[in-house]
């Protein structure tokens, strides 16, 4: 086997994969997601499912990755060979273009945004919603002015990725996350200093239960998934770009920790500029595309905090894109040794192709409108979020408990660790657990769309 190529140091891999889990999800999603049910209740339950599902898995990726030395489908070959699990590597490869197809798409707006910002664009929509609302609507259906900004934010993605783990991956890794949580820190201190902003702290952190349904939850752990980018391999592909000192338990409570941190501070920032100018928490999506330009302009200095809040999430969106296209290109390379400048310009730009049509689901170009009565766009996020990356959690947690064992996944958990004591008892519950919990969701969701009548819901 060729020479893998590796990390250049355990900080550098922490970055890497918490760049990939820091992202749209965390800036984009969970604030307007937080926003529309119940504030604090939801905030609250996306906790527990990212601690007591998504952390197991965090290491359950990183354990499978390190021990194979092998992305996705190779490592599920390698521990499981002539089976069926293979499959759950062949689901993640699939997932990562799903995801990636539309992720693109948003990451170039994000870039565009960022550039309005600058030019002084946001000025005239300043205390205007409609105004804004209708620009947001006609730029992402023009059928040529959002491909064009996707484009670019996807040559950036390949870029990156052409220079390989460490030269590209973590390089990059290491400036832009920094920048991110400097960028955050600042528009979070402007934001709970303008009058009202703290309104945003008892928003995010004062739960009011009755706010909560079912259908928060199953949102709330399927978001979990996409944030933690879980269930389609991004981690297990990290973690084969290991050594076996790195400590697998810290670095996922890094990641975890940072995650997290993004998120909430991302929605502190938000809402309490939100509650600054008196606008209306629950606007979804378009929250930060349509309300905050109309608000950006009416804060001192407002050119400079819309341009960094937009940049900062370009960043977020580069580097986790960066993460779903690696899962490509390294099945391509391990599976099929291509290089690593073939396999990514080549599906870079098949995966950019599937976006463009995404980007024209959005009203640009009818004929490719509707699947299921859902726009091609909705459609994808539907699919990745609520069923593919939470069954390919599911999967890993089973393939621990039913193929690998819990005694030899603890095995290579503990090299690298100092503390070695281990409760196999313990390891075992979390992972059934964490199986258990999304079973059951997946098969209320499944049927509810049968029957129309979901178990809970
Ligand atoms: N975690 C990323 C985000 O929050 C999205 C992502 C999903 C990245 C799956 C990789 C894999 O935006």
Redesign the pocket.
Known sequence: MKNREQWGSKIGFILAASG???????????PHMAGENGGAAFTVVYLLCILLVGLPIVIAEFVIGRKTQLSPVGAFKTLAPNTNWKFVGVLGVC??FV?LSF?GVVGGWTLRYAMLSLSGGFMDFSGNPELAGQQFKSFISNPINPVFWQIAFMALTIMVIIKGVKGGIEKWAKIMMPAILFILVLLMVRGLTLPNGSMALEFLFKPKFGDLNASSVVLALGHA????????G?MITYGSYLKRDQNLLSSALWVILL?TLI?IMAGVAIFATVFALGANPDSGPGLIFVALPTMFPQIAGGILWGSLFFFLLFM??LT??I??LE?ITAYFIDEKEWSREKATVIFGSIVTLVGIFCSMSMGGFNDFNTIFNISFFDFLDYL??KYM?PIGGMLTALFILLKWGVNDFIKELITGMKNKNLEPNLVKALFIISALVVGFIITNEVIAILTGNPIIG
């Open positions: 990939s889990a820091v992202g749209l999800g965390n800036i984009w999603k969970y997932a990562a995801i992720y998934f996409f944030t933690l980018s879980l269930g389609m991004t995650d998120a977020a969106a986790s894109a993460s779903i899962v990745s979020s990356l």
